[in-house]
C-alpha cells in the first residue's frame, strides 16, 4: 500500500516560517490535502488539491508538491498555529484508498 | 453552516460490538461522500472507511476488513458504523468526515471515543 512519510516534529519562532514535508513515492502525481488537528478538537482542512486553500483558511497557509515531496508552508508563525499536521492523499490503485501521513507536531518556540 | 455530530461510543469489552452514528445537518447529506477516521491514544489519524452518496460504493481499511460495516440513510441524513469483535487497538476517537468529492474531507465532526477493554 501506498506509504506517506512525515517528521515527526517541527520547531519554529514564532513570526518565522515552518516547513512540513509529505514524502511518498512519485506523490507529484498525486492530489495532497494537509489537515490541522488541535488538542481535544476536530481536524480542520488548510490546504486541499496540493495549493488550494478552503475559505477561512489564512494565505499564511500554502502548499506545494513535486516529485516524491509535497510541503505545507505555514508563514509567518503564529502560537496559534501550534497543531499536529498530516496530509493525505487518495490512491485509487491501492485497497486502502485514502491514506494518511504519520502526522508532524508543530512547535512554536 | 454544515454539522456532522457523533454518537454511540463507549466502554465495550473486546469481542463485543459497538454502533457509531453521525448525523448530518445543514447541508444536502445525499449528495456527500462520506467517511469515518480514527486517532488512537498516542497515535495519528487513520483511515476506517468510505461509503458513496449513493451508498454502493464501500472501502475500508485492512485493519478493520470484515470486522465493521459503514452505511448510510440519506433520508435521515445519518452515517452509521457496526463494528464487531472490537479489539483493544481498535480504541480511539472516532469521527465521520466528508464532503461533495471523494476527497478532500471537507467538514468533520467532534467525534466519539470508543474503548475497547475489559
Known amino acids: 500500500s501506498y506509504v506517506l512519510t512525515q517528521p515527526p516534529s517541527v520547531s519554529v519562532a514564532p513570526g518565522q516560517t515552518a516547513r512540513i514535508t509529505c514524502g511518498g513515492n512519485?506523490?507529484?502525481?498525486?492530489?495532497v490535502h494537509w489537515y490541522q488537528q488541535k488538542p481535544t478538537q476536530a481536524p480542520v482542512l488548510v490546504v486541499y488539491?496540493?495549493?488550494d486553500r478552503p475559505s477561512g483558511i489564512p494565505e499564511r497557509f500554502s502548499g506545494s508538491n513535486s516529485g516524491n515531496t509535497a510541503t505545507l508552508t505555514i508563514s509567518r508563525v503564529e502560537a496559534g498555529d501550534e497543531a499536529d499536521y498530516y496530509c493525505?492523499?487518495?490512491?485509487?490503485?491501492?485497497?486502502?484508498?485514502?491514506?494518511f501521513g504519520g502526522g508532524t507536531e508543530l512547535t512554536v518556540l | 453552516e454544515v454539522q456532522l455530530v457523533e454518537s454511540g461510543g463507549g466502554l465495550v469489552q473486546p469481542g463485543g460490538s459497538l454502533r457509531l452514528s453521525c448525523a448530518a445537518s445543514?447541508?444536502?447529506?445525499?449528495?456527500?461522500?462520506m467517511n469515518w477516521v480514527r486517532r488512537a491514544p498516542g497515535k495519528g489519524l487513520e483511515w476506517v472507511s468510505y461509503?458513496?452518496?449513493?451508498?454502493?460504493?464501500?472501502f475500508y481499511a485492512n485493519s478493520v476488513k470484515g470486522r465493521f460495516t459503514i452505511s448510510r440513510d440519506n433520508a435521515k441524513s445519518s452515517l452509521y458504523l457496526q463494528m464487531n469483535s472490537l479489539r483493544a487497538e481498535d480504541t480511539a476517537i472516532y469521527y465521520c468526515?466528508?464532503?461533495?468529492?471523494?476527497?478532500?474531507?471537507?467538514?468533520w465532526g467532534q467525534g466519539t471515543l470508543v474503548t475497547v477493554s475489559s
Open positions: 468526515a466528508g464532503g461533495p468529492k471523494s476527497y478532500p474531507f471537507d467538514y
Open positions: 445543514r447541508f444536502s447529506f445525499s449528495s456527500y461522500e
Open positions: 461509503i458513496s452518496s449513493s451508498g454502493r460504493t464501500k
Open positions: 512519485n506523490i507529484g502525481s498525486k492530489s
Open positions: 488539491d496540493d495549493s
Open positions: 493525505q492523499v487518495w490512491d485509487s490503485t491501492s485497497d486502502q484508498h485514502v491514506v
